[in-house]
């Protein structure tokens, strides 16, 4: 994708062929600022802060992380004392742990000499693959606003999504906002309504930041706006992602998603979920066994933002000794969501459904 004409990913190796850099997400959308990673402890931290944040990148961070952790020492107990600090980081994206261990299949049975280049060559690869499965999300999710636009005439399609699941979530293209990418780039007059997603703010300041990157026109919204919009026949269509779906079809995903679900419930609003494949945990049978993060009261009751003179500053906006809770995600019931796009293909929202695209989860899920 392009920040002022210049073509980004959200995760590349620096110059020198080994420390990996990363744009701060913590930064925008007033300021583009590129950080260097260069030990372990700087990767934990990248993530626990949310400097990358967006399960895919997140695992695709990861992933990197196990190399530089590599780089000192390439022993059995470095690989598996990297991997622990890692997925200490971030207790609900699937994707994290999915990364993980793909990197430990890649190195144990690697002789130490040549541990750091496979790591190297593997986490790229995740990378790569990262990118092809969202361009192909959002190939099968064009099919589904062109027809909502056939249906329409040609009029606007108005697209309510909620937090960030575009490039910035990703190594590049995103999840939801793939498709919205492709229609736009195909010539469809598509329009997005962005949730403001609080606490931090990622709709506002991520896919706000995106969206206007591209020339995609969008609106940002309060989060409590979404079910008016609906009643007022205002959106067509909901598109989130999610970062760990289980094998029922229960979706985790930023806090806030459940209420738009159920709102597009109220509404006869088609409430779809693009993820791919690595976001879906088998292991879990449904929601309710998901571990849901809850972070610092700090998010809730402090915002950040630019002042009049420039700078850049959190303020307080709680009074002084209210306590916050702070839940970073909440589950989405399968029964409220209307489909999944996927790099494999569009699906109903059902374990078959899930199953279908992958099959060779068929026998574990049925069990």
Same mark, same amino acid.
């Given at each position: 994708?392009? =920040?002022?004409?210049?073509?980004?990913?959200?995760?590349?190796?620096?110059?020198?062929?080994?420390?990996?850099?990363?744009?701060?997400?913590?930064?925008?959308?007033?300021?583009?600022?590129?950080?260097?990673?260069?030990?372990?402890?700087?990767?934990?931290?990248?993530?626990?802060?949310?400097?990358?944040?967006?399960?895919?990148?997140?695992? #695709?961070? $990861?992933?990197?992380?196990?190399?530089?952790?590599?780089?000192?020492?390439?022993?059995?107990?470095?690989?598996?004392?990297?991997?622990?600090?890692? $997925?200490?980081?971030?207790?609900? #994206?699937?994707?994290?742990?999915?990364?993980?261990?793909?990197?430990?299949?890649?190195?144990?049975?690697?002789?130490?000499?040549?541990?750091?280049?496979?790591?190297?060559?593997?986490?790229?690869?995740?990378?790569?693959?990262?990118?092809?499965?969202?361009?192909?999300? &959002?190939?099968?999710?064009?099919?589904? =606003?062109?027809?909502?636009?056939?249906?329409?005439?040609?009029?606007?399609?108005?697209?309510?999504?909620?937090?960030?699941?575009?490039?910035?979530?990703?190594?590049?293209? &995103?999840?939801?906002?793939?498709?919205?990418?492709?229609?736009?780039?195909?010539?469809?007059?598509?329009?997005?309504?962005?949730?403001?997603?609080?606490?931090?703010?990622?709709?506002?300041?991520?896919?706000?930041?995106?969206?206007?990157?591209?020339?995609?026109?969008?609106?940002?919204? #309060?989060?409590?706006?979404?079910?008016?919009?609906?009643?007022?026949?205002?959106?067509?269509?909901?598109?989130?992602?999610?970062?760990?779906?289980?094998?029922?079809?229960?979706?985790?995903?930023?806090?806030?998603?459940?209420?738009?679900?159920?709102?597009?419930?109220?509404?006869?609003?088609?409430?779809?979920? $693009?993820?791919?494949?690595?976001?879906?945990?088998?292991?879990?049978?449904?929601?309710?066994?998901?571990?849901?993060?809850?972070?610092?009261?700090?998010?809730?009751?402090?915002?950040?933002?630019?002042?009049?003179?420039?700078?850049?500053?959190?303020?307080?906006?709680?009074?002084?000794?209210?306590?916050?809770?702070?839940?970073?995600?909440?589950?989405?019931?399968?029964?409220?969501?209307?489909?999944?796009?996927?790099?494999?293909?569009?699906?109903?929202?059902?374990?078959?459904?899930?199953?279908?695209?992958?099959?060779?989860?068929?026998?574990?899920?049925?069990?």
């Amino acid at each position: 994708m392009n =920040i002022d004409g210049k073509p980004y990913r959200t995760i590349w190796l620096g110059e020198d062929g080994g420390a990996v850099q990363t744009i701060d997400q913590t930064k925008l959308p007033h300021a583009l600022e590129i950080v260097t990673l260069e030990t372990l402890d700087d990767v934990a931290r990248a993530i626990s802060t949310m400097q990358v944040r967006g399960a895919p990148l997140i695992g #695709a961070t $990861a992933a990197y992380g196990v190399a530089l952790a590599l780089r000192s020492d390439a022993s059995d107990e470095a690989l598996d004392r990297a991997c622990a600090t890692l $997925a200490a980081t971030r207790p609900t #994206a699937i994707n994290l742990r999915w990364a993980l261990d793909e990197m430990r299949e890649a190195v144990r049975n690697q002789p130490r000499e040549a541990r750091v280049a496979v790591a190297y060559a593997r986490a790229a690869a995740i990378c790569d693959e990262d990118v092809e499965t969202n361009r192909r999300i &959002g190939e099968h999710g064009l099919g589904l =606003i062109q027809a909502h636009a056939e249906k329409k005439k040609g009029a606007r399609i108005n697209i309510l999504t909620h937090c960030n699941a575009g490039w910035l979530a990703c190594v590049d293209w &995103g999840t939801a906002l793939a498709p919205i990418y492709r229609a736009h780039d195909a010539g469809l007059d598509v329009h997005v309504w962005v949730d403001e997603t609080r606490p931090r703010n990622q709709g506002a300041a991520l896919t706000a930041f995106e969206l206007g990157g591209h020339g995609v026109p969008h609106t940002i919204i #309060a989060d409590n706006a979404g079910g008016h919009l609906m009643q007022k026949k205002l959106v067509d269509l909901c598109i989130v992602g999610t970062d760990r779906t289980t094998a029922n079809g229960d979706v985790a995903n930023k806090i806030g998603t459940y209420l738009k679900a159920l709102a597009a419930r109220d509404n006869d609003v088609p409430f779809l979920v $693009a993820l791919p494949g690595t976001s879906i945990d088998w292991s879990l049978e449904d929601g309710s066994l998901i571990p849901i993060e809850e972070r610092s009261a700090d998010e809730v009751t402090r915002v950040a933002g630019r002042l009049p003179d420039g700078r850049i500053a959190s303020v307080q906006i709680a009074p002084e000794g209210s306590p916050a809770a702070n839940y970073g995600f909440d589950v989405t019931p399968v029964r409220l969501i209307t489909g999944f796009i996927t790099e494999r293909g569009v699906a109903p929202a059902t374990r078959d459904g899930l199953t279908t695209l992958y099959p060779k989860h068929r026998a574990k899920s049925a069990a």
